[in-house]
């Protein structure tokens, strides 16, 4: 079993085996506060100018990390399906982003 830094994970690509869409590079982690495990990767949405029309971030499940490689994070991710922020699940009832 490999082990890397957040620091190296942040370098690799994300791609998505379903559609092969390059979602791009982890900008931050979630973590576990009792064990301390990553639980989820986080993407950054894709920028408007100076900020403005920036889409969510893309929140992606440890689960759904199919492999971790030397330069790609491989994800199954089903039909452009993403997580979105607790708080952004709250104004919509459907648990899932559409792209």
Do not use: Y
């Amino acid at each position: 079993m490999d082990r890397f830094n957040t620091c190296e994970l942040r370098d690799k690509e994300v791609i998505n085996l379903c559609d092969g869409a390059r979602l791009g590079c982890p900008s931050d982690f979630e973590f576990n506060s009792c064990d301390g495990k990553i639980t989820a990767i986080i993407l950054p949405g894709q920028g408007g100018f100076l900020g403005f029309g920036k889409s969510r971030d893309i929140i992606i499940p440890w689960n759904k990390i199919e492999c971790i490689g030397e330069d790609t994070i491989l994800v199954r991710l089903p039909h452009n399906e993403f997580f979105i922020p607790d708080e952004d699940r709250k104004k919509k009832k459907k648990g899932f982003w559409q792209l």
